[in-house]
């Protein structure tokens, strides 16, 4: 399960869409954390197929933090798989561009200051060995990068590089999800308007949290009153998905549908070690079969009746959507 903390400027409304997203409210001086299901109607089809007696989806966990972007802020944002930035795109006086701006000056600005702290240790540390050493020169290279005011994703690092940064929480290392919070005379527009990139998810996070409350059709309903399509988590989540570069696949039976999320590319063993590490340290073969040709033979049954099942071994790369059945011996 991946975390995501939504981050912005006072007024940005980024509480107001923590409560859109988790349909939970917020606790006044603490953490607000509510974990959400990741939308997949492929869940229920597999199930209805199966006749699968539990249903589960993949989760995702969304922090709000008082403040924002105070010390208590940056020290748990430090420990999120990726930042969700939201700015303010309604009411008089709105700067989106300059929020954003904003935002990541003071992304960039901590960073700078942890790897300040560091780097003299480093530095010390490099008098006495090869280790130390390297690491002075990662920190040394990376400071200067933050220093010209600009985020690590845009600097030069390479795998061993990105190793040793790792260990500070670097935020400006980590995916954004920029969403624009718009005001009900913008919606239906379609993307942001610069100075905002085109990646940028336009919510009306008052309007969504407003219906947060309502069961999923009736919220579904007024929404599409407002010509919106597709609620707000679904594009946030889909976002933080791509930012993120996970996919999803799934498994099926009498017993229980679920969704599981891995990084793109990720081989048959490691996803298998995501269902649980024995089946990664005992694979032998996976059989798999694409969701949509699952849908169509039937059942799991049929489709191996049928030859649709592929056999594949350590070297295939899991697609989205694969229905997957791992065979493992420990």
Known sequence: MKSVGIIGMPYSGKTTLFTALTKAGSAGGRSNQAVVEVPDERIDALAHIEASKKRVAAKVRFVDVPGGLTAQGIAEFRNMDALCIVVRCFGAGADPGGELASVEAELVLADLTS???GLGKARKRARGGAEGKVEAEVLEKAYAVLDGERPLREADLDGDELKVLRGYGPLTLKPWILVANIGEDAMGAGAPAPPLPGTAIAINASLEAEVAGLDDSDAAELLEGFGVEEPGLSRVIAACYRA???????????????????????KAPEAAGVIHTDLERGFIRAEAIAYDDLVVAGSWDEAKAAGRLRVEGKGYAVQEGDVLNIRFAV
Do not use: S
């Open 244 to 266: 993120l570069d996970l996919i999803t696949f799934l498994t099926t039976g009498t017993d229980e549908t679920r969704a599981w999320e891995v990084r793109r590319g990720a």
């Open 115 to 117: 790897l300040e702290n």
